[in-house]
Structure formats: C-alpha cells, structure tokens
C-alpha cells in the first residue's frame, strides 16, 4: 500500500513556482497560481505539514565562494559490513566537500559529488580525507566539463 499524498494541478503549480523562485510572496505566488492569497496560503501550509515542501534553501553560485571545480566519484568499499559502511558514510556526510552522497545498488557502491576550489584542493581533498578512510577500495574520478542542467 503506498501513502502517497493527494496533490492536486495547483498544488503542483504552487510546487513548481517555489522551486524556481522559494522567496515569492504569498501575494506573488497566488497570482501565479490563480488564486486569492489565503487558500494559497492555506495549501503551501498544507504542503509543507505533509513534508511535500520540506524546506527552503538559497542556491549559492560555487565560483562565488571558491567551489566551482566539482568531481563525481565513483567509490567502492572492499566490504559491505554494517561498521565499514556505517564509518564510510559517517566520514563523507560530514566531509564539506562531499555536496551529495549517494549509496547505490550493484556496482559503483557510492556516488559522491564534490565541489572544491581547483584540482590542487580536489587532489588533497582525496589523498587526506577519501584514501584515508578504512577500507575503500576504488575510487574513479570524473571531471565536469559543463553542467547542462544543475540539480535543484
């Protein structure tokens, strides 16, 4: 049985207006819509009671803050067992390059993005913090040549 949420055509259009812009008004936002601000008011409330809107971020451009050379790794460990993948997981998450972390199915074990300032802070990124952790296995680098469409 799945616990999908009823989410009717305007709340997706409320969804898909504050995932361009999640600074809008109420006011802007219901006119967007087509609807007056408090039943626009009252299905944003909705949403994020029902965690369909789980919070609002601020989209940081990476060349501003020196983090605009991004990697994808491709990680394997050499063993699956709860501590090694528990301690692997642990380190990356708080690791503030690691920008997303993925655990897979089958082969690559993980998918990490990591955004540095250059190829030098990447190289360090990974010999003193990634190859130190216990019981990786493969690493395989890919670098970004041109973002066609960024997550959101």
């Not at 999640?22 to 039943?39: F, M």
């Not at 130190?132 to 959101?152: D, L």
Request: charged fraction near 25%; charge should be negative; aromatic fraction near 8%.
């Amino acid at each position: 049985m799945c616990n999908y949420l009823v989410v009717d055509a305007t709340d997706w259009a409320i969804i898909a207006e504050l995932e361009r812009d999640g600074r809008l008004t109420n006011v802007e936002l219901a006119h967007r819509v087509g609807l007056t601000t408090g039943p626009c008011l009252r299905r944003v409330q909705r949403l994020e009671a029902d965690g369909v809107i789980r919070g609002y971020r601020a989209v940081i451009d990476p060349a501003a803050v020196g983090r605009s050379f991004e990697v994808l790794l491709d990680l394997t460990l050499e063993a699956q067992d709860a501590d090694t993948v528990g301690h692997f997981e642990q380190t990356m998450a708080q690791a503030s390059e690691v920008v997303e972390l993925r655990r897979l199915f089958g082969s690559p074990d993980y998918f990490v993005r990591v955004a540095v300032a250059d190829l030098a802070a990447y190289e360090t990124f990974l010999s003193r913090h990634v190859m130190t952790i216990p019981r990786v296995e493969r690493v395989i680098s890919r670098f970004t040549m041109k973002t066609i469409k960024p997550a959101r």
